[in-house]
């Protein structure tokens, strides 16, 4: 049976439904919120040097920020113009002079810039390099660059090689041309921003339902009976999303959040281009359950606890029957599973009530459509891939999966990186699958050249190996990143300074400067100018969270002299590295890439048609797994047993999580919080929880643990008890180096930590104090 077809943007409601208002003080007036009007404003008067090529920006190409998928102004959801603030803030990269060529001269100056005064520089106008002991940078041709960098990857193994992206506007060609020119080039270390945030969505996806990417669309959510956000605060992250959530409620849908922080955002929100939600703003969220921080499998299994026990007194009335029956595999695994959980230990690890189970359990047993969304909330743990499953059971259970409203989504955050696996710029994938053998030879066929098997690195691993003994084949000794920070990104900030200044030769293929491109090499550093997505010749393409595959073209304006489109850089590299098969590498303008990827990834035929400004499909189909079937061995979707993980702590111990503030992944725009007023080194507590260790708001507190310590001001928020959030990446000092997810290899971003008063802290004169409670951090979490 063939795939239904998205039908095109739906028409919104203009009809006002005070019942959804979030009160009547006009604009939210008095209220901590955000100024979208101000904000929107200073964008303005940001890119006043280069006003008529923002707009076309904005107006002609497919946004840079976040997956929702706005090309020009409009989507595929609704009808009507969308542009948000976080696409507004992205603007200046795109629109920046360049920097001024007399601020290379002292690197020590740049330092003492953090990575917001950096952005506002301006563009890298032409290649740089910096020597060991150089105190500047030193201008260079594209030639010497090059030059260096193929000389350097000749001379070393592939293995010591490794190659990164970010998601910083990339396009598919992009990552296409990446994956490709690192195994031309021997290696298998390439990964992505997208695998870092949500390698276990596929992984978890993979193994329930066969698939990889978000079932259903945008529009499934207007209409669906419930929308349930978890571990996600899309209407900070994907502010257009509140658009569509405004949509669902007056379509009657019930929004839910599960959440440890009740998030603001999700509350309530005024969204700018509704005339009635912008004066009065929206109640979004109909309830919220705050888990613990690493609560959410226990408070999966009590809510399917709930149901199977609900069936035995009423079969039918909670799952559905015939869906299992004929499509899934596992239940009676399941249910066994479940009889043998203890509701003390699910409300423990969960930290919510056997009743307020029973209350979900009850919400979602009723309707007869839904959706699951997820964000990193789920996905950043050592447990994350069976977090994933977990949503999938549910989905599953009820038979929310391959029809009209119904579905999962893990949400993305970022424009490009849905496209980034499926292009396959990642150690597990290659393009159209996994890195099988069965894919790898049909590759092989494609590329006309071997592809090495060994299984290469995730980045995290990759800098690891930077500081491994001189002769281990894996040592790290040419790191070349396309964007990224890893000193603001990664855990741990002081270990991976260590880890990149011990790399040989370092490249950093970027439109601005970071703090990470100022710090040392052993040998050089090597900095390349890219242009944007938007300068690319010949546009480029981005794949949204919902598979809508989009084309953007090139935009005429101003051009930094010397960037290069970066999928060309990868090719004149590759060329140099093996001159004798650069016709194997070698793609004329970006319509070829896309005429090779529709080969490659058998999905994506259809990608070679696109070439002008709103040219847009969509692979899958509406709904993936429609009518049930999924595309796993037997056509079957499975049901699995999921054990809660340990999450024990004591008097004056906390799990920690971070989140975000105004920003957008590691670019900070504001240091103040529009949502509840925080300041990026406020420390989020139970107010309650504070009381007992006699901490008052405002009071400085120091965290600490194993990894580092964190000092900062105590915030009383509404978050579930025993759990504390910090924004990201000033917290990072806290989150664990080296410990990783053991199916797909994601970082811990989660943690336990002692929280104490600052005073009290520093004024123990015995360093074996802190040394004493860290081991019983340490006894308890193990």
Same mark, same amino acid.
């Given at each position: ?15 006002? %439904? ?35 090529? $923002? ?121 296409? %041309? ?55 605060? $899309? ?131 009723? $309707? ?415």
């Amino acid at each position: 049976m063939g795939k239904t077809k998205h039908t095109g943007p739906m028409k919104l409601s203009k009809k006002p %439904t005070p019942k959804l208002w979030a009160g009547l003080s006009p604009m939210g007036l008095g209220k901590v919120k955000p100024h979208h009007i101000r904000d929107t404003m200073k964008v303005a008067w940001d890119n006043r040097d280069n006003l008529p090529y $923002a707009y076309r920006i904005l107006t002609q190409g497919v946004c840079d920020g976040c997956a929702l998928g706005v090309s020009g102004l409009y989507d595929q959801t609704l009808t009507g113009p969308h542009l948000c603030t976080t696409r507004l803030n992205v603007l200046r990269l795109n629109t920046a002079p360049a920097i001024n060529p007399t601020l290379f001269e002292n690197i020590e100056e740049l330092r003492k810039l953090d990575s917001t005064e950096l952005r506002k520089l301006g563009r890298i106008p032409y290649p740089l390099s910096r020597k060991k002991g150089e105190t500047k940078f030193t201008r260079i041709s594209w030639d010497e660059a090059l030059g260096r960098i193929a000389d350097k990857i000749k001379v070393i193994d592939p293995k010591q090689l490794a190659f990164y992206l970010t998601a910083r506007g990339i396009t598919n060609e992009v990552y296409y %041309t990446a994956a490709k020119m690192a195994r031309f080039l021997g290696t298998n270390n390439i990964d992505n921003a997208s695998r870092i945030c949500h390698s276990p969505s596929k992984t978890a996806l993979k193994r329930s339902l066969g698939i990889g990417a978000s079932s259903c669309n945008y529009k499934d959510w207007i209409g669906t009976d419930v929308l349930v956000f978890w571990g996600s605060v $899309a209407a900070n992250n994907q502010p257009i999303s509140t658009k569509y959530m405004y949509a669902a409620k007056k379509a009657g849908t019930k929004i839910i959040m599960i959440n440890p922080y009740r998030e603001p955002a999700m509350e309530k929100y005024w969204i700018p281009s509704i005339p009635e939600s912008a004066l009065f703003g929206t109640k979004i969220v109909d309830d919220v359950y705050q888990v613990n921080i690493g609560g959410d499998i226990a408070f999966m299994n009590g809510v399917m606890k709930h149901w199977f026990e609900m069936e035995e007194r009423n079969p039918g009335s909670a799952i559905d029957h015939t869906f299992i029956n004929e499509h899934t595999n596992g239940i009676e695994q399941l249910k066994a599973h479940l009889k043998t959980q203890d509701w003390d230990q699910l409300e423990k690890s969960s930290g919510l009530s056997k009743d307020r189970m029973l209350e979900f359990a009850h919400l979602l047993a009723k $309707a007869k459509s839904g959706i699951f969304i997820w964000s990193m909330g789920l996905t950043q743990h050592r447990f994350a891939t069976d977090n994933i499953s977990q949503v999938a059971n549910l989905a599953i259970l009820k038979g929310f999966i391959g029809r009209e409203h119904c579905g999962v989504m893990p949400i993305r955050g970022h424009s490009g990186v849905q496209g980034s696996g499926e292009m396959g710029a990642d150690p597990f994938v290659l393009p159209g699958g996994d890195f099988d053998e069965e894919n790898a030879k049909r590759i092989e066929q494609i590329w006309g050249f071997d592809i090495p098997r060994w299984q290469g690195d995730t980045v995290g691993q990759t800098i690891e190996n930077a500081l491994l003994p001189d002769t281990h084949e894996r040592k790290l000794k040419l790191f070349y990143t396309s964007g990224g920070n890893f000193l603001e990104t990664m855990p741990n900030p002081e270990y991976m300074k260590q880890a990149l200044e011990n790399v040989e030769l370092r490249v950093h293929q970027d439109i601005i400067l970071n703090t990470s491109t100022l710090l040392d090499a052993k040998e050089e550093v090597i900095i390349l100018p890219a242009m944007t997505r938007y300068e690319q010749p010949g546009g480029g393409t981005s794949t949204s969270t919902e598979r809508m595959v989009y084309f953007s073209p090139e935009i005429e304006g101003p051009r930094i002299e010397e960037a290069r489109s970066e999928w060309e850089i990868y090719v004149d590299l590759a060329s140099r590295v093996a001159p004798d098969r650069k016709q194997l590498i070698s793609f004329k303008n970006a319509a070829e890439i896309r005429e090779e990827i529709a080969v490659a990834n058998r999905n994506y035929d259809g990608i070679q048609h696109l070439k002008e400004k709103g040219d847009v499909f969509q692979w899958g189909g509406a709904w993936l797994c429609e009518n049930g079937i999924c595309p796993t061995p037997d056509g079957k979707g499975n049901l699995l047993a999921i054990d809660i993980p340990e999450n024990r702590r004591t008097e004056g111990q906390f799990y920690v999580t971070s989140r975000r503030g105004k920003q957008f992944n590691s670019m900070i725009y504001s240091e103040k919080d529009p949502f509840n007023g925080g300041h990026r080194y406020d420390i989020f507590m139970n107010a309650n929880d504070a009381a007992k260790l006699d901490i008052k708001e405002g009071d400085l507190i120091v965290t600490y643990n194993q990894f580092g310590t964190y000092q900062g001001n105590a915030k009383f928020e509404d978050i579930s008890s025993g759990n504390v959030a910090v924004y990201w990446p000033e917290g990072n000092v806290l989150l664990p180096k080296g410990v990783y997810e053991k199916y797909s290899q994601i970082p811990e971003y989660n943690t336990a930590i002692i929280v104490e008063k600052a005073e009290l802290f520093h004024a123990q004169k015995d360093q074996r104090y802190v040394e004493k409670r860290i081991e019983e951090l340490e006894m308890t979490i193990e």
